[in-house]
Nanobody
Framework: QVQLVESGGGLVQAGVSLRLSCAAS????????MGWFRQAPGKEREFVAA????????DYADSVKGRFTISRDNAKNTVYLQMNSLKPEDTAVYYC?????????????????WGQGTQVTVSS
């Protein structure tokens, strides 16, 4: 089992930055590719970003490319999501997820473990 705990969400104004963190425990963190997803009220959970187990390969949803950056620190068992130039449409609950694989995945059904989520609200 892998336990994931997200933090760093909050209420911010449009244009500012936030950094989300996801702390993992339970298994060897570097064996897992990691992803961030988000779910807005009344919408499906959608892919945001993913990173390979070593951090050398990443992928992003088109809606966040150039604004968000995913990274990981395997020594700290933590994955991050740096979110810049936030927009009201980024408002959602953000979830981190883990899959026992080397390469990143962009489909939610590929992931084995999920955190409880952290709320990000961006006001205009």
């Amino acid at each position: 089992q892998v336990q994931l705990v997200e933090s760093g969400g909050g209420l911010v104004q449009a244009g500012v930055s936030l950094r989300l963190s996801c702390a993992a425990s339970g298994r060897t963190f570097s064996d897992y590719a990691m992803g961030w997803f988000r779910q807005a009220p009344g919408k499906e959970r959608e892919f945001v970003a993913a990173i390979s187990w070593g951090g050398g390969s990443t992928d992003y949803a088109d809606s966040v490319k150039g604004r968000f950056t995913i990274s990981r620190d395997n020594a700290k068992n933590t994955v991050y999501l740096q979110m810049n130039s936030l927009k009201p449409e980024d408002t959602a609950v953000y979830y981190c997820a883990a899959v026992l694989a080397g390469r990143w995945r962009s489909r939610r059904y590929d992931y084995d473990y999920w955190g409880q989520g952290t709320q990000v609200t961006v006001s205009s």
